[in-house]
């Protein structure tokens, strides 16, 4: 049942993302529509190189911030939980780099490939690190 309902709310992504993009410059707002999520100081910029250089500053911070919340954790935890905590992100970061991959794909030899690639990273990993830092509360 559960692999049913998987597959259903994937279909439906599918029809709307194909929704999205069939209409006049549809891709393109969709991409950029991936792109809004970065931070406010990503905002000023107007080019698709100044904006992923911020985006990429912005991933490399949230990248440091998830290796000092995991590293944190992991000391709070037993080896029990270091084994779970340590399988876990494994897969994560696997899930991450392969949902980025999928959704850059929207502008599959486009030079918003690449944003939309590092904004989606960014997102991720910081939603990651908020999920990481609700593990370290008592």
């Keep these: 049942m559960r692999g049913r309902r998987h597959v259903r709310w994937a279909l439906i992504g599918v029809l709307l993302l194909f929704a999205v993009i069939s209409t006049p ?14 931070t406010a100081s990503c905002d000023s910029e107007t080019t698709t190189a100044a904006m992923r250089n911020c985006e990429n500053l912005r991933y490399q911070q949230a ?8 590293a944190e954790l ?5 080896e029990t939980g270091r084994e779970k905590l340590r399988a876990a992100e494994k897969v994560w970061l696997q899930y991450r780099e392969a949902d980025a991959t999928f959704q850059a794909d929207t502008a599959r030899g486009g030079t918003l490939a690449p944003l939309i690639r590092i904004t989606v990273m960014s997102d991720m990993t910081e939603t990651r ?4 830092k609700k593990s370290l509360q008592p």
């Design 74 to 78: 992991m000391k709070k935890l037993d």
């Design 129 to 132: 690190v908020a999920e990481l």
């Design 25 to 38: 410059s549809g891709l393109q707002n969709y991409a950029l529509a991936q792109v809004k999520h970065s």
């Design 63 to 70: 990248e440091k911030a998830l290796d000092s919340t995991y």
